[in-house]
Each structure stands twice: as C-alpha cells, then as structure tokens.
C-alpha cells in the first residue's frame, strides 16, 4: 500500500499571506506511460464534504481560485494557497489515485493567524 | 446540474443490516466511477472503495474488503453501500463520490454524506 503523509498537521496563517501545505507518497504517484501524476488535494470545512481543488497534482480544478496551486512530481508535493482569504480556514487533504487503497493523508489543518 | 444525493441519516442497532443509498443526476450515470469513504467522527478520509456501474466493477480497500458491498442499479441511477451486520465502530459519515473513467476513485464530486449510528 502507498502511504500518505502530510506536513504540517495544522498551520496559523495571516490573512493575505501564503499558506504551503507538503504531501509526500512511500512510493511514486507518477505513472510513466501517461506522465501523470495520480495526486488530488481536497479541501473540507466543517459540516461539509469534500471539494476537489486540484488533481493530476496540478490541475485546478473549475471554478476554484487561481490562489490555490498544487506542485511537485513523483512522491513529493505541495499545496499552495498564495493569498489566504477567511473562506480558505478548513482542512485539506491529499489522496493518491495511483493504486489500491487509494488512500488519503491524514489532513492538514488551515487556520487564521 | 450535475449531483449526488445521499440517503437520510440512520439509527441502528448492532447486528442489523443496512443499505444506504447514492443517487447521481445530470451526468451519464453509467460513465463515471462512484467511490465510498468513510469518515469518522472528528477524523479524517477514509476510501473504501468504488464500483463502475456500467457493469458493476467493484474495488474494494483491503480494511473494508467483506464487511461492507457496493452496488449499482443503472435503471434508476443509484449506488449502494451494503452491510449485514453492523456493529458500534461503523458509526460514521459515509460519503459517495464521482469521478470519470480514468481516475478511479478520485473524488470529482461529492454527495452530501449518510450520516450513520450504530448504538444499542
């Protein structure tokens, strides 16, 4: 099974400032016959379900703001939230759609400074 | 409108069986993964697993093979999460989640959740 792992589990940031969250796969994510990564980010506030912001690792999804980014190849990547608004307090997840389990990290948890 | 509408919240007792539903609209219902995940009280994702209701592929995560089914009936455009036996620890909100052909078991699109207790 490919684990998932997040850092950090919670992070503080100001309001209009940049919020970087790292998800790292034990394996790589990166099939090689269609040179995509299978890696999502997820975002989930309270009382909600998830919504999908990125996948591919760097594909936005529609309609979510251009301040949300996703990066990196193989086993390492990176959320970035370039501007943090109020609506952007929730917790965000990464997901490998690689392989079975296709499991989550364990959740990284965005709050206002 | 492409959605997904779950099922209403369940009361259970252990032992009991139960079934709770997905019903997708406004996509080709036959076309898409549908995908299950668990999530706890207070805790994160858990993926469970997915079906292709074309022709009722099923995926299963090694921590939920055989205790829980998955299903499909294309005539009404609905996915199903099965157990027979529930027991205290499936108490949890059970989410369903679309996503196209060649990402199985990401999740494009969510339903509400199902919001599931099992107590005695």
């Known amino acids: 099974d490919i684990v998932m792992t997040q850092s950090p589990d919670s992070l503080a940031v100001s309001l209009g400032e940049r919020a970087t969250i790292n998800c790292k796969s034990s394996?790589?994510?990166?099939?090689?016959?269609?040179?995509?990564?299978?890696l999502a980010w997820y975002q989930q506030k309270p009382g909600q379900p998830p919504k999908l912001l990125i996948y591919w690792a760097s594909t936005r999804e529609s309609g979510v703001p251009d301040r949300f980014s996703g990066s990196g190849s193989g086993t390492d990547f990176t959320l970035t939230i370039s501007s943090l608004q109020a609506e952007d307090v929730a917790v965000y997840y990464c997901?490998?759609?690689?392989?079975?389990?296709?499991?989550f990290g364990p959740g990284t948890r965005v709050d206002i400074k | 409108e492409v959605q997904l509408v779950q099922s209403g919240a369940e009361v259970k007792k252990p032992g009991e069986s139960l079934k709770i539903s997905c019903k997708g609209s406004?996509?080709?219902?036959?076309?898409?993964?549908i995908g299950w995940v668990r999530q706890m009280p207070g805790k994160g994702l858990e993926w469970m697993g997915v079906i292709y209701p074309d022709d009722s592929r099923t995926t299963y995560s090694p921590s939920f093979q055989g205790q829980v089914t998955f299903s499909a009936d294309k005539s009404v455009s609905t996915a199903y999460l099965q157990w027979s036996t529930l027991k205290s620890s499936d108490t949890a909100m059970y989410y369903c989640?679309?996503?196209?052909?060649?990402?199985?078991?990401?999740?494009?699109?969510w339903g509400q959740g199902t919001l599931v207790t099992v107590s005695s």
């Open positions: 394996q790589s994510v990166l099939y090689s016959s269609n040179n995509k990564n299978y």
């Open positions: 406004g996509y080709s219902f036959t076309n898409y993964w």
């Open positions: 997901q490998q759609y690689y392989s079975t389990p296709k499991d």
């Open positions: 989640a679309i996503s196209e052909k060649e990402a199985a078991g990401r999740g494009d699109l």
